[in-house]
């Protein structure tokens, strides 16, 4: 008799591609109503150490609530975790801020066009500054990713030097937040979600003296009130769009992380761009130059040149 043994294995791999296709679809559509929500409030309120301070804020607080009532088992963690988690928060600190003064410069569509780029900055600091090399086509990948990066940045309407350095730095903390994340959730028990939460939580402590010093509680209730006499009481309601938006999609991409390599997750981060840039583009009515979107194509068929390349 011919009985047909289920293949478990193929079962088991259509179930885990399944898992991270969710991973993935949720991640993008948290990451474009971040986007969108923090924008509507830059505009209204300049102030983004403060929002990028509040993101910070509410995550951390989200989080300490899922510990307090069981909804999350809180971590197990000692000295040893938080010391690694350290220079990891500091990157991710500059990185934030970074990206929010530059989106509060520009349009969200340049800053993720520049950020398209950030392969090209992993493969710089890997090579420069940890000596690894990488076969030929990978450089070879870098040359439209950093040609279709400035391009659109030469040909950008509302050029703005802090919002393209801002996206730049941005780049580069991310690729050393990358790298050190990497290391320290190597062979550890803390989960991609409670991994993302303590790193919040450090982070805000990081922030909170920076932000203070930067811009300070005088700006703040100037420009709030502004802000809420322009737009009316929904203001308070972007505020906390923005802030919970950015703290879910930064979880499910850490707890996507758990289950993908690097490259997968960089390949999904840069399909995140696109959907991030188009969305803004269209609810923003961002002018476009067809020579300025040329760019833009250039660096983001550059960024999967180089997962090919990498592969
Ligand atoms: C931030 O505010 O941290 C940036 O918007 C993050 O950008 P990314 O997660 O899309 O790299």
Request: with cysteine; proline share 5%; glycine share 6%.
């Amino acid at each position: 008799i011919n009985i047909e043994v289920p293949d478990d294995q193929a079962r088991f791999e259509a179930a885990q591609r399944i898992k991270i296709g969710i991973y993935f679809a949720t991640w993008w559509a948290l990451n474009v109503v971040f986007n969108i929500y923090n924008k509507k409030v830059l505009n209204a309120f300049p102030y983004p150490w403060l929002t990028s301070t509040l993101s910070l804020a509410c995550g951390s607080f989200m989080m300490l609530i899922s510990w307090a009532t069981r909804i999350a088992h809180a971590p197990k963690t000692d000295l040893d975790f938080w010391k690694t988690l350290f220079p990891v928060a500091v990157a991710h600190t500059i990185g934030h801020v970074a990206a929010t003064v530059s989106m509060s410069k520009v349009a969200v569509s340049f800053t993720h066009i520049i950020k398209s780029g950030e392969p090209a900055f992993s493969v710089l600091v890997s090579r420069f500054l940890l000596g690894e090399t990488f076969p030929m086509p990978v450089y070879l990948s870098l040359v439209p990713i950093i040609g279709g990066c400035a391009l659109a940045a030469v040909t950008e309407l509302n050029f703005n030097i802090t919002g393209f350095m801002g996206a730049m730095i941005s780049n580069l903390a991310f690729v050393f937040r990358n790298i050190f994340s990497k290391k320290g959730m190597k062979g550890k028990s803390v989960s991609g979600m409670n991994y993302y939460a303590c790193l919040s939580m450090m982070s805000l402590l990081i922030l909170t003296p920076f932000a203070f010093a930067v811009e300070g509680p005088q700006m703040w209730a100037a420009g709030w009130q502004n802000a809420l006499a322009q737009i009316g009481p929904n203001f308070v309601w972007w505020v906390a769009a923005q802030s919970i938006f950015y703290h879910l999609y930064n979880q499910v991409s850490y707890m996507s992380l758990d289950q993908i390599s690097p490259l997968t997750f960089s390949i999904g981060n840069t399909m995140k761009r696109i959907s991030v840039i188009v969305s803004s583009i269209i609810i923003f009515h961002t002018p476009v130059q067809p020579i300025n979107a040329l760019g833009a194509a250039i660096a983001i068929l550059g960024t999967f040149l180089y997962s090919q390349a990498k592969m």
